[in-house]
């Protein structure tokens, strides 16, 4: 496993990002085979809502993509623009929506009624929650894939 070198105070985003990158980093030496992992589920994830998602090997393709992004930068905007485009075609609903809701944003923008500071305290918080979340499903595929191949520790 992969061992934090950075010290940062415990609730900072850098130590959140640096432990889910080395999750992740872990997750990648653990997993020899990733096809191992599709069709295997990940627990507590049910219904048919969480269906496509909780497939084992697409968590660990996703949790491998995060990982870039967190550990080398964002995407220049056109590449993330073409990138998300690709995926409207099968989401047109979901494009609908959220062409609508960034169109309100903008308008709440505009008319001032959004604090700077009140965006950044809601994206901060979202980003620490989400990476939180992802790194403990980092965990969890992991964890899985060692019950499936009897590496259990």
Known sequence: MQVLTKRYPKNSLLTVMDRYSAEVRNMEQVVMIPSLLRDAQ???????????????????????????????????????????????AEDAEKAENGTAETEEVADESASGELELEAQFHLHFSSLHHILTYLTEKAQEVTRKYQEMTGQVQ
């Not at 497939?55 to 993330?80: C, N, Q, S």
């Open 42 to 88: 990940l627990s507590g994830l049910g219904g048919p809502a969480k269906a496509r998602a909780s497939d084992l090997y697409t968590y660990f393709t996703m949790l491998k993509a995060i990982r870039m992004d967190v550990d080398h930068g964002l995407l220049p905007r056109e590449e993330w623009q073409a990138k998300v485009a690709s995926g409207e």
